[in-house]
């Protein structure tokens, strides 16, 4: 490892660091903090590890994500040293076996790594989680987000054309973090839904597309707006995709609070909406309205499938609908992210932040 | 990958890109499994292949093996197997 430092220091020697950096291949196709040694020292004594502690082997190519080449991205990424609790937790979401971020590096599909931040922390570190929360403009969502995918690259060897296959990618794969509105939030979050106490600080890794707006400025009920999301989630990947599984849907506080003013549950709206969201077999059949639809398999368990009521669910069940609240006060949009969910595909995991005393 | 050592280094000495296996110059008398990574029309691609082996090459025997997801790597057991029983490996992607 080299640990030597050079510079000379002024503006010139920067701009040659940056193309220096261009040519060594470790850049995601913007310039990149240079990784002195200073800095990276600065971010390992603020993740509350050593420098060779190994938080994760980072699939596909398995590189070893310690505490030093998790801060030598964060620091290329821009991310300011105490952002490393974060990032590290992101690692450990994103390297876990259920992510599958093996498949979810290599695949033709769209798909790349969200990270939902809950708890405390997004107050410390100032993450959005209001208006445009999606970016740009906020430093800890764009770092902390830009960190991990460097490191998915670096250590991961996702590397677009090479390992990373995807057919068009996305632009949330520079950088895609944003943080939970907890304080617009009519229901628990996100982390306390999954088992964590609210003074909790996490981080949630979910495989996903870009978002898909979803525009409703007319419906005062939850039914009523509820319906549209239905309508919107319905032509995820296609009409007549099946056996969906965690797919994010996140809505702006107008949104939840129209839908929590009609005293309707997170449970209630995963319900309704899934039930929503099925089929008949009829309707589902490859080469009538598209050639896309239920593989030829699935259709031989049903007799006369030209007219089968039965009912096919487009999501395997309702607890794969995971609800956000996030974005500015004022609007009444939603979005949808479609995920990488094949069965055996990616799940949302959730870590803890270790946050240094 | 050129080094410069005013900077640390962001990779790991692994993740570099992995060379592909030597070819072998004729197929005559080689144990071929043809693996199906279980992508929709996948095997009409490797029905395909091993009609063509049959009538262009003499191996010594086709294997078909399929993996259980394309979503997941192959479970170690089955390329342990693949490992010990063939000498070439044609994989089929498919849609």
């Known amino acids: ?357 | 990958m050129p080094r410069d050592d005013r900077y640390l280094d962001p990779t790991d000495s692994v993740a570099v890109p992995r060379k592909t296996a030597q070819r072998p110059a004729s197929l005559d008398g080689k144990v071929v499994t043809l693996l199906d990574i279980s992508k929709a029309k996948g095997d009409h691609l490797l029905d395909r292949i091993e009609e063509l082996l049959r009538e262009r090459a003499k191996p010594k025997a086709i294997l078909r093996r399929r993996k259980p997801t394309f979503a997941r790597p192959a479970p170690d057991d089955l390329r342990q197997q693949i490992l010990r029983e063939s000498d070439v490996v044609v994989e089929a992607l498919a849609d």
């Open chain 1, 1 to 357: 490892m080299p640990r030597t430092t050079k510079r000379s220091g002024g503006p010139d020697s920067q701009a040659d660091a940056i193309e220096d950096l261009y040519a060594w291949g470790v850049t995601d196709g913007l310039p990149v903090v240079p990784p002195t040694l200073r800095r990276v020292e600065k971010a390992i004594a603020a993740s509350g590890g050593a420098a060779d502690d190994l938080i994760a082997l980072v699939p596909p190519n398995y590189g070893r994500a310690t505490v030093e080449k998790i801060a030598v991205n964060a620091v290329m990424a821009g991310c300011r040293p105490e952002y490393m609790p974060v990032v590290i937790a992101g690692v450990e979401a994103m390297c876990e076996e259920a992510f599958d971020l093996h498949g979810v590096s290599a695949t033709t599909n769209f798909s790349s790594p969200l990270f939902i931040i809950n708890g405390p922390v997004r107050k410390a570190l100032d993450v959005n989680c209001g208006t445009g929360v999606f970016g740009p403009g906020w430093r800890a969502n764009a770092t902390i987000g830009r960190a991990l995918r460097l490191i998915a690259v670096n250590l991961g060897g996702a590397r677009p054309g090479v390992i990373s296959m995807s057919t068009m990618g996305h632009p949330g794969r520079y950088t895609y973090c944003i943080g939970e509105n907890e304080e617009e939030n009519p229901w628990e979050p996100l982390h306390v839904e999954h088992g964590f106490a609210p003074s909790d600080s996490t981080v949630a890794a979910f495989a996903g597309d870009a978002p898909q707006g979803v525009y409703d400025h007319r419906s005062r009920t939850a039914e009523d707006l509820l319906t549209t999301i239905a309508r919107s989630l319905e032509v995820i990947w296609h009409h007549k995709a099946t056996a969906l599984g965690d797919t994010v849907i996140v809505l702006s506080p107008e949104h939840a609070r129209t839908i929590a003013g009609d005293g309707w549950s997170k449970a209630e709206i995963q319900r309704f909406l899934w039930e929503r969201l099925r089929k008949p077999v009829k309707d589902l059949l490859p080469g009538k309205d598209g050639g896309e639809g239920l593989p030829e398999h699935v259709v031989a368990r049903f007799p006369n499938p030209e007219r089968n009521e039965t009912l096919i669910p487009k999501f395997r069940a309702p607890e794969h609908l995971k609800i956000l609240v996030a974005g500015g006060t004022a609007g009444r949009f939603s979005a949808v992210i479609p995920g990488w969910t094949f069965p055996n595909g990616s799940n949302l995991v959730i870590k803890t932040i270790h946050i240094r005393a």
